[in-house]
């Protein structure tokens, strides 16, 4: 099950392909959320990129079976909804107006970020909430207030080539996930041998160091490289380690721990970022779409940073259609029901939200300086 837009279908199809590695070939793809009707500038826009992003989908997905599920104006919630979902929209809506005094812009966060002498700024949230856009926005916009900034991702550094370029003040670099899991598989698997370890030892580690935990380990380890030679500039980091992998890894002790279990040692950078995330010159920023899904998804994982010793205090709201005014009647319909979850989102970080508008066109350069 996918959406038509870009990243959730590439996420689709390494779900299809590893299935197929399997041996599970019996699939078929939903596209959910497909706009139907399209009768004003906006819904055009957007009905235009869901095709384009449909036409340029994975030659794999597209010799699948396919479906789709059209794009409600109602939340997909409760029996008489979901047995509504195939068959008809409900457009009957008591407009509810959204009060914008109460809510931010994305330069009210990024004013006192600069303000609080923040050094080590985090986005994080479920994917395809946009948080490479927003880290990158926030980064420019420290840039544009005369701070050094270094933006890092485990998005592609082609991708941010083209989204920033260096020439904006800012520097940038990219993890590679499965390069750093090779390099710390290999790096404890030679000192295993090294130690003189037996063949039934070493095949018990490399098992081991196939855990998700291991990959989350070494990725974690190059965000600490990164930061530790960085120490006089901001740190913008996109695709932050999981709410999981902080809890993994809140203390030194249980870090030390699960080091010791695969074989291999705690560098001096990671004993010195933990505490430093838990300082007040880091910022968690936690990105979500005005979805049940995503904010509770989001809520968890802020659970999660609260348990590991790290406040998130801000929220962006990415992708509302509440600010763009659209007559068509589903995505009218669609903004008034995201009154709720804006008030509630509000609520929740007391008045600490950031509230963007859905774009059309993918948000790049200085055009990131419009959100």
């Known amino acids: ?93 008591q407009q509810t107006e959204i009060d ?9 966060l990024v004013d006192t970020l600069d303000a609080e002498n923040k050094k080590v700024i985090f986005t994080m949230g479920k994917g395809g909430v946009g948080k490479t856009t927003i880290a990158a926005a926030i980064a420019l916009g420290l840039a544009k207030r005369g701070r050094k900034v270094h933006l890092t991702t485990t998005d592609p550094a082609a991708h941010l080539k083209f989204v920033l370029s260096e020439q904006d003040g800012i520097t940038m670099s990219h993890i590679d996930e ?62 932050a380690p999981t709410g999981h992998t902080l809890l993994l890894l809140e203390s030194t002790e249980s870090y030390d721990r699960e080091i010791r279990r695969t074989k291999g040692e705690t560098p001096e950078s990671v004993k010195r970022l933990l505490p430093r995330l838990k300082g007040k010159e880091t910022e968690v920023i936690i990105v979500t779409l005005l979805e049940a899904t995503p904010v509770y998804e989001a809520m968890r994982l802020e659970d999660d940073l609260k348990r590991a010793g790290l406040s998130a205090n801000w929220w962006v709201i990415n992708q509302s259609f509440a600010l763009t005014g659209s007559s068509n009647r589903t995505l009218a319909v669609k903004a008034n029901h995201e009154a709720e979850w804006i008030r509630k989102v509000n609520r929740h970080t007391h008045g600490k939200t950031v509230l963007l508008p859905w774009h059309p066109e993918e948000v790049k350069g200085d055009h990131l300086l419009s959100l």
């Not at 979901?82 to 409900?90: F, S």
């Not at 914008?100 to 009210?108: A, C, E, F, I, V």
């Not at 990959?215 to 990164?226: D, H, P, S, Y």
């Open 178 to 239: 499965a390069a750093e899991l090779k390099k710390y598989q290999e790096e404890v698997l030679s000192k295993a041998r090294q130690n003189g370890l037996s063949g039934e030892d070493i095949a018990y580690i490399e098992e081991d160091l196939r855990s998700p935990c291991t990959q989350e380990i070494a990725v974690f380890r190059a965000f600490a490289e990164i930061v530790e030679k960085a120490d006089d500039e901001i740190i913008v980091i996109d695709t």
């Open 1 to 93: 099950v996918t959406r038509p837009e870009n990243t959730p279908l590439q996420e689709a199809n390494r779900a299809s392909c590893e299935l197929r590695e399997l041996g599970i070939q019996n699939q078929l793809l939903i596209v959910n959320g497909m706009l139907m009707q399209h009768d004003d500038v906006l819904s055009s826009e957007l009905y235009r990129k869901q095709q384009a992003a449909l036409a340029d989908m994975p030659a794999e997905l597209k010799n699948l079976t396919q479906y789709a599920v059209p794009l409600r104006a109602y939340p997909i919630t409760g029996i008489a909804n979901i047995r509504a979902m195939l068959t008809e929209d409900r457009f009957e809506q």
């Open 100 to 108: 914008r005094t109460k809510l931010h812009r994305l330069h009210d």
